[in-house]
């Protein structure tokens, strides 16, 4: 039986209040939302599952993860001492291939939020069309407070835990909040001398030297950078001059921010953990990275005003790139989103009223899993190129990456069109069509 999550670490309680900043605050009361983030994922499965008339035992079998592993994970300390972290891999659907998905790090993990992290990650393989399930780990810690050797070995003592559910062939890790590509080296490295050989194709978004893929690194941030271009011809936004606000300055976020940038559009706002910065003239990004690569946050650059992350969110601009956590557009602050499209490189930042709100009100909103699956689709592309120990150019990378999440923009936007809804919708109609097609197909064994 699976344990219960330990009481010193909480997420969010399923339902809340979502208080409105001083900044942001509207009259009357906030309105009350479930913030969970699996029945949130539950509640954007079921809305496709209605379009697509489903019935009720495919819906099921649809909507639960497939396996839940829970472990305890104990880790000498560097002062010798023991501590023992709580650490979770979900395998939510593998109907269209192997099961696919991050690995974060991070005092707030919960099984509730792998779990819906695990079921997002189904639908966005499904939505570019890509032959992967979906899958999701994390651990219960803080690595801001502990050593690159304490790391180590928890990560190592993490993946012995899980080795009889991943594989090349079964479930692929890869980077997510807080790990990196030295997290996977050790994750590989530690499922090799468990198997008895080198096993490349066992995560991605490995080194290089270690059969990573060019492009990797850049892939969410790029594949979000094309589908908000085609959504600005959709728009009919004039992509250069463009003004863009980019919440979350970690990997997606700062080089999001770049792109945009190097593609003619001025970005007038950006944030991290810490605050944000402002300037409607335009910030120079190359100066905000070398400040936050120095400072640690982007917070005090030179030519700039400071704002809230909150703030941020509501700014006059033509696209918001959210690319922090989740539930960072609610019911308290959408009606004051003023953006024209909002592109998720974050992993459900938008609640499902919020998304009904922003669609009312003329907003765009580009769905996480369609405007931040360049990572998993790169991460595919490391997958082939180590299976067949063939590897490609970064020209190759970055051209078929653009090739597949413009079809799947494409396809997203007709799914919308065709049902009259929003492009979530649409995505979710798309992909849940191609899982339950595939596991009607297979059937049930035995």
């Known amino acids: 039986m699976a344990r219960p999550e330990p009481k010193k670490v909480t997420r969010m309680p399923a339902r809340v209040t979502k208080p409105a ?13 479930d913030l969970n983030p699996f029945n949130i994922a539950q509640n954007q499965f079921s809305t496709a599952a209605n379009y697509l008339k489903l019935q009720p035992g495919l819906r099921e079998i649809l909507m639960l993860p497939r396996r839940q592993l ?21 395998q939510h659907n593998i109907a269209r291939g192997p099961a696919k998905g991050g690995i974060r ?8 939020e792998v779990k819906a992290l695990a079921s997002w990650m189904t639908w966005k393989c499904a939505t570019v069309g890509i032959p992967y399930g979906g899958a999701k780990g994390g651990i219960i810690c803080n690595p801001k407070e502990m050593s690159q050797n304490e790391l180590e070995r928890m990560t190592r003592r993490y993946t012995s835990e899980i080795s009889m559910i991943i594989g090349p062939e079964k479930d692929i890790p890869a980077p997510d909040v807080y790990t990196n590509s030295q997290t996977m080296a050790w994750i590989m490295d530690t499922f090799s001398m468990t198997a008895g050989m080198t096993s490349l194709g066992v995560v991605t978004g490995k080194p290089l030297a270690l059969g990573g893929s060019l492009g990797r690194n850049e892939a969410t941030a790029r594949g ?17 001059g463009a003004r863009v606000a980019v919440q979350g300055y970690g990997n997606a976020g700062s080089i999001a921010a770049r792109l945009l940038s190097e593609m003619g559009a001025k970005v007038i706002a950006v944030s991290d953990s810490r605050g944000g910065i402002m300037n409607t003239g335009g910030i120079d990004i190359a100066k905000a990275d070398e400040r936050k690569q120095r400072k640690g946050t982007v917070v005090g650059m030179a030519d700039t005003q400071k704002i809230s992350n909150e703030d941020l969110l509501t700014l006059d601009c033509d696209i918001l790139v959210p690319a922090a956590l989740e539930n960072q557009i609610t019911l308290a602050n959408a009606h004051l989103i003023k953006a024209k499209i909002v592109a998720e490189a974050a992993n459900g930042p938008t609640t499902p009223g919020a998304d009904r709100v922003l669609f009312k ?6 769905p996480d899993i ?28 970055n051209e078929r990456l653009e090739e597949i999440m413009v ?11 065709e049902f009259k809804v929003d492009m979530r919708t649409g995505a979710y109609i798309l992909a849940v069509g191609r899982v339950a097609e595939a596991t009607t197909l297979r059937g049930i064994y035995p």
């Open 21 to 33: 900043t001083p900044s942001t605050a509207a009259s009357g009361p906030v309105p009350v939302e």
């Open 70 to 90: 829970i472990v305890s994970i104990p880790t000498r300390m560097d002062d010798g001492s023991y501590r023992v972290f709580e650490g979770y891999r979900v």
């Open 105 to 112: 790090y991070h005092p707030s993990v919960s099984l509730d």
């Open 224 to 240: 979000c950078s094309y589908v908000i271009r085609e959504a600005c011809k959709e728009k009919r936004i004039t992509l250069k």
């Open 361 to 366: 009100n003329g907003t765009m909103v580009l």
């Open 370 to 397: 369609l405007a931040n699956a360049g990572g998993v689709t790169v991460s595919y592309f490391e997958w082939v190129q180590g299976l067949q120990s063939f590897f490609w150019s970064e020209k190759q990378v």
């Open 407 to 417: 079809r799947a923009y494409g396809e997203v936007l007709r799914r919308s069109k």
